[in-house]
């Protein structure tokens, strides 16, 4: 199993609409990728204790396998990334990771 993860690092002064990443952005994902897509994760980022945190949001999106990963998401990238206006003006960055353990 892999995951997909982006990472949005907090900036100060940045947007990050979360209502619309979760109900609009996530949506567009589930409609292209489906079954294939084992699972989401987000995590928002949180200011404790008056520290500011490193990532206003990362996103984890579970598939069994990068080849069937890669296969939906060079034909919907642009298609995602047009969105992404939408919700934030921080630009996001990827990693494509094996998943090691999961209970």
Known sequence: MITFS???PYKK???FDMDYYRNKHLG???R???DTCKGILVVKGNHKEGKEPNFSCICHLFFSTEEEFQGIMK???AELMADVKNYTD???FTEINEVS???
């Open 6 to 8: 982006v990472f949005y």
């Open 90 to 92: 921080i630009e996001p």
């Open 75 to 77: 034909k919907v990238n």
């Open 28 to 30: 567009i994902i589930k």
């Open 101 to 103: 353990m999961q209970e």
């Open 32 to 34: 292209h990728f489906g």
């Open 13 to 15: 002064y940045s947007h």
